[in-house]
């Protein structure tokens, strides 16, 4: 069994700041890509960013280029969002994305797996 689990949500003012953990447990093997999405009420859920294993490479929306900065922790198998200049549009729930593979699943391709989200809320 593995798991995401995201922290660090909350209600913050606009122009202020926030700074989002997601942490893999359990049988992982191998875990590569991580990324953060989100999901407003009534809207489809969205890319917000992505880096890639060694975190070497990173991919934003270009509703956060140059506001919101990704990075991970492979000691702690942990990937992190700070997010900067929040807007009242950034309110939504947000949710880690972890390509892995599980003991399990040493031979087999990786798959997806999702945090339970975390809300954030940005106040005009």
């Known amino acids: 069994q593995v798991q995401l689990v995201e922290s660090g949500g909350g209600l913050v003012q606009a122009g202020g700041s926030l700074r989002l953990s997601c942490a893999a447990s359990g049988r992982t093997f191998s875990i590569y890509a991580m990324g953060w999405f989100r999901q407003a009420p009534g809207k489809e859920r969205e890319f917000v960013a992505r880096?890639?294993?060694?975190?070497?490479?990173?991919y934003y929306s270009d509703s956060v280029k140059g506001r919101f900065t990704i990075s991970r922790d492979n000691a702690k198998n942990t990937v992190y969002l700070q997010m900067s200049s929040l807007r009242p549009e950034d309110t939504a729930v947000y949710y880690c994305?972890?390509?892995?593979?599980?003991?399990?699943?040493?031979?087999?391709?990786?798959?997806?797996?999702w945090g339970q989200g975390t809300q954030v809320t940005v106040s005009s």
């Open positions: 994305n972890g390509h892995l593979r599980t003991q399990e699943e040493r031979l087999s391709e990786p798959s997806d797996y």
């Open positions: 880096i890639s294993g060694n975190g070497g490479n990173t």
